[in-house]
């Protein structure tokens, strides 16, 4: 029996890519979001601001359900993680 029912494993997914996406596309944010937060789906940016949770109401308010987006701070500065 999977441990993810099929509804719950589809968004999951959808999150993970969203999460890659804004991973590997974090440069380009960062030049044009710096210190605000980004709402990424479906491999775009679908709004950003200042507040998280203005931005969450927004979002609530035109998608309904979330789950799978991805709602990160971008940093103005680099960051670097050692390891």
Known sequence: ???LKTEYKKEFQ???K???WF???Y???RRLYAGQYVAVNDG???THGDDARALIEKLR???GDI???VIEFVSKEKIELIL
């Open 18 to 20: 969203n999460m890659r």
């Open 14 to 16: 959808t999150f993970v």
């Open 27 to 29: 440069e380009k944010l």
């Open 23 to 25: 991973q590997s596309n």
């Open 67 to 69: 789950g799978a987006f």
């Open 44 to 46: 775009k940016v679908v």
């Open 1 to 3: 029996m999977s441990v």
């Open 61 to 63: 308010g035109e998608y």
